[in-house]
């Protein structure tokens, strides 16, 4: 019988996000995103793969978008909701692969 291992780490991550952009920002609300995504000094590397949904608000636009993180060193799943918390807007995350 095989054993799984629930710490397994990876320098890779997917995850589907909800961002706040607020209204007026500067570019699209993809390239927005993706900026805002990849400020933190934690986070290496930010792609937008897939836009999922868009909802306006009165200040701001939600926008629901499929990720991929790169990382410098391989990190389990509670490290990368961590991350994750420190970009300005973030909502949720609804999902982490």
Do not use: F, Y
Request: glycine content about 6%; charged content about 25%; some cysteine.
């Amino acid at each position: 019988m095989a054993v799984s291992n629930t710490t397994d780490l990876d320098s890779t991550t997917i995850a589907v996000v909800t961002i706040r952009i607020p209204c007026g920002a500067d570019g699209d609300l993809v390239t927005d995103a993706e900026k805002r995504l990849s400020r933190p000094e934690t986070i290496d590397n930010v792609t937008i793969d897939e836009l999922d949904s868009i909802e306006p608000q009165l200040s701001a636009t939600h926008i629901t978008v499929e990720i991929t993180v790169l990382w410098a060193t391989a990190i389990g799943e509670e490290e990368v909701r961590d991350r994750l918390a420190g970009v300005s807007g973030l909502e949720s995350v609804r999902r982490i692969a």
